[in-house]
């Protein structure tokens, strides 16, 4: 599995120049957490960050600063990290980590922005990844449970136990 088949394709994005207002109704608008800020560059768009709900809320609102005053771009911070879209998981969380980022730009291999994957999307495909391996032991024990005879089973009748203050075992259940 690779990032490509996981990430978001559709993007939010919003332009450098816009007011935070703007960016928050497009955040509540569209019911996502993060914007692609974008400005325009050689006849088109050019992203240069990212801005999300926990940066206005923490930056912003937390601070008093009046929201209509301040621009999108002075939110954004600090490089964007892409990823091709053939990175796998392992690949993904790896950048992550190094990079100390929630979300990365999927990329195709000419530059080409196509989605953005979050911590929670890898998140979503790690836990699929091992329901997907506990639905295979369990299927695996099933088969074999019914591909074999029982066992005989002894009979535990004559096997006699020790007192538990015989065998030590008090002191080991006990604490």
């Known amino acids: ?31 996502v957490g993060s914007l692609l800020v974008v400005r325009q560059a050689n ?11 926990r940066d206005l809320a923490i930056e912003v609102m937390a601070r008093g600063i009046d929201d209509t ?4 771009a002075d939110l954004v911070r600090g ?14 969380i790896a950048a992550i980590e ?32 091992m ?8 299927g695996g024990l099933a088969r074999e449970a019914a591909q074999r005879r029982p066992l005989t089973t002894p009979d535990l009748s004559a096997v006699r136990v020790a007192a538990a203050e015989d065998s030590g075992m008090q002191r080991r259940f006990d604490g």
């Not at 005053?69 to 999108?72: I, L, T």
């Not at 329901?131 to 369990?138: E, G, H, I, Q």
């Open 1 to 31: 599995m690779n990032i490509g088949s996981i990430c978001t394709r559709e993007i939010v994005m919003v332009d450098a120049s816009e007011t935070l207002r703007k960016a928050a109704a497009l955040m509540r608008e569209y019911h």
């Open 131 to 138: 329901v997907s391996l506990t639905r295979a032991v369990r």
């Open 79 to 92: 490089r964007l990290v892409t990823a091709p879209a053939n990175a796998s998981l392992d690949e993904a």
């Open 98 to 129: 190094k990079e100390g980022v929630r979300r990365l730009l999927v990329t195709t291999a000419d530059g080409r922005l196509v989605g953005i994957v979050s911590l929670d999307d890898l998140l979503d495909a790690l836990a699929a990844q």
């Open 69 to 72: 005053a301040v621009r999108v």
């Open 43 to 53: 006849g088109g768009q050019q992203a240069i960050g990212v801005i999300t709900d």
